[in-house]
């Protein structure tokens, strides 16, 4: 049972416009949030990361918003570039500070159109 | 520049062969991750250490895999014996007090079991 959803696997946008992508999950226990991005044939990369404790964090072109009682999250690029163009896992995770544990959704391919 | 390093970057080998994949964390860091990747299931947690002690393998078949940290430099995980369904890219991440949470990847290994 994936406690970690990413319901699109893909999703293509014009640059220039915003790309939205979505995150939901299960455990109300979860209270910290992270995004990674991944290029091929490489590891994932933190992008940008959020506490339960707030509903939106910013760092440049990237916001995530959060939205607890409907255990969702979303990651916001505006504007898109094409070197966005990468997938994107958003994972959620239980802990203390230094250790926590992550699980991860299964990904969305995003496209950035030039 | 701190950088998790994995080794092999690929790997092919038989059924039934043993295959054995290392992982250097960056140092300082406390804790290290063990992940696989598949399309399905895109980012699972196999296994993860604090200060060398295993926390959780959980995710790990047991009867098959195996994984150590022989010191605080090295982490290990073992396929044996490796079977097609392990084809996937296994990735090693780490992170520890100072790190905000976050985890930092390798590159992985790609694993291709014949």
């Known amino acids: 049972d994936q406690q970690v959803k990413q319901n699109s696997p893909s999703l293509s946008v014009q640059e220039g416009r915003i790309s939205i992508l979505n995150c939901d999950y299960t455990?109300?226990?979860?209270?910290?949030f992270l995004w990674y991005k991944k290029y091929p044939a490489e590891g994932p990369t933190f992008l940008i990361s959020i506490s339960s404790i707030k509903d939106k964090n910013e760092d440049g072109r990237f916001t995530v918003f959060l939205n607890k009682s409907a255990k969702h999250l979303s990651l916001h690029i505006v504007p898109s570039q094409p070197g966005d163009s990468a997938v994107y896992f958003c994972a959620a995770g239980v802990g203390t500070s230094g250790t926590y544990k992550y699980i991860f959704g299964t990904g969305t391919r995003l496209k950035v159109l030039a | 520049d701190a950088r998790v390093t994995q080794t092999p970057r690929h790997k092919v080998t038989e059924m039934g062969q043993e295959v054995t994949m290392r992982c250097q964390p960056i140092?300082?860091?406390?804790?290290v991750f063990w992940y696989r990747q598949t399309m399905m299931q895109g980012l699972e947690l196999l296994a993860y250490f604090r200060n060398r002690a295993p926390l959780d393998d959980s995710g790990m078949p047991k009867d098959r895999f195996s994984a150590e940290m022989p010191d605080a430099t090295l982490a290990t995980l073992k396929i044996q014996p490796s079977e097609p369904r392990d084809s996937a890219v296994y990735f090693c991440a780490s992170g520890g007090p100072g790190t905000d949470n976050e985890q930092f990847f390798g590159p992985g290994t790609r694993l291709t079991v014949l």
């Open positions: 455990n109300s226990m979860f209270d910290y």
């Open positions: 140092l300082g860091h406390n804790t």
